[in-house]
């Protein structure tokens, strides 16, 4: 009998006012939650402190919060609740692209702010190629490119084996 009470009222707040509101009276989209802040570590501190868990049937969730130090911003974070050793997080897996700072990308990853971007792309960065995995297991995917601090230059995966340094002057 709760549950219904509940579902009736919570249908009749939407129907009313369009907007739903978690742990704030006045919601500013259609449905807003407030949470507290919290700054991910990558330990079990980090279990159950997102604004937002989307719980899996098995052992695994999709965390979303806002972040608690500057320069603030957000998070999303895929892990193992028993662990919190960090998931696969996918996007687009049937396909499409994906657009950051764009609403039109122009290929499967874009990164881009038209002519005003300011910013560069950080390649993953290691002391020697060798030491770099596949989080799948097996071999190194040929295409995974890294940041050599040792050699201090970009190199990429190929059916070979890892290339020479890429760029060898500044």
């Not at 939407?14 to 449905?31: E, H, R």
């Not at 657009?99 to 122009?106: A, D, E, K, L, M």
């Amino acid at each position: 009998m709760k549950k219904i009470l509940l579902f009736s009222s919570l249908l009749v707040s939407i129907v009313a006012f369009g907007q739903i509101g978690v742990n704030t009276k006045d919601p500013k989209a259609m449905l807003d939650i407030k949470g507290t802040n919290y700054d991910p570590d990558g330990t079990s501190n980090d279990n159950g402190k997102a604004t937002l868990r989307v719980d899996g049937s098995s052992n695994h969730s999709l965390d979303i919060g806002t972040l608690s130090k500057s320069p603030f911003g957000s998070y999303i974070q895929s892990l193992d609740k028993s662990s919190n050793k960090g998931l696969p997080l996918v996007l687009n897996s049937n396909g499409g692209s994906i657009g950051i700072g764009t609403t039109s990308p122009r290929g499967a990853l874009d990164i881009n702010r038209g002519t005003t971007n300011t910013m560069g792309l950080v390649l993953p960065t290691n002391q020697n190629s060798s030491n770099i995995i596949n989080p799948q297991g097996g071999s190194v995917a040929i295409g995974t490119i890294i940041y050599d601090t040792t050699s201090d230059c970009i190199k990429v995966f190929k059916s070979t084996g890892w290339s020479q340094c890429l760029c060898t002057t500044p």
